[in-house]
């Protein structure tokens, strides 16, 4: 099992950033990919970006290539989501996923193991 603990989300206004950060414990070893995700109120969980493991490779959703920067510890089993020029609709709780294949892959269900969220709110 991997157990994954995210951090850094909170209240920040239109134009800010935050770091967004991800731990993981447990059989990290097993880990090929992570990918941060988000859900805003009354909507589905979107894809945001995932990184490869091993050679940092990483992929982004359109809405937020060029604001968002993922990143990996390998060192320190974190993950870090780099999240600049904030909008109102960015609001969201913001997820933390890994998954096994060595994959950085969009696709929510090739993700086995989850976070609990953080919370992230733009005001206007």
């Known amino acids: 099992q991997v157990q994954l603990v995210e951090s850094g989300g909170g209240l920040v206004q239109a134009g800010g950033s935050l770091r967004l950060s991800c731990a993981a414990s447990?059989?990290?070893?097993?880990?090929?990919?992570m990918g941060w995700f988000r859900q805003a109120p009354g909507k589905e969980r979107d894809f945001v970006a995932a990184?490869?493991?091993?050679?940092?490779?990483?992929l982004y959703a359109d809405s937020v290539e060029g604001r968002f920067t993922i990143s990996r510890d390998n060192a320190k089993n974190t993950v870090y989501l780099q999240v600049n020029s904030l909008k109102p609709e960015d609001t969201a709780v913001y997820y933390c996923?890994?998954?096994?294949?060595?994959?950085?892959?969009?696709?929510?269900?090739?993700?086995?193991?989850w976070g609990q969220g953080t919370q992230v709110t733009v005001s206007s």
């Open positions: 996923a890994a998954a096994k294949g060595r994959r950085a892959t969009p696709m929510a269900s090739q993700y086995s193991y």
């Open positions: 447990g059989r990290t070893f097993s880990i090929g990919a």
């Open positions: 990184i490869i493991w091993s050679s940092g490779s990483t």
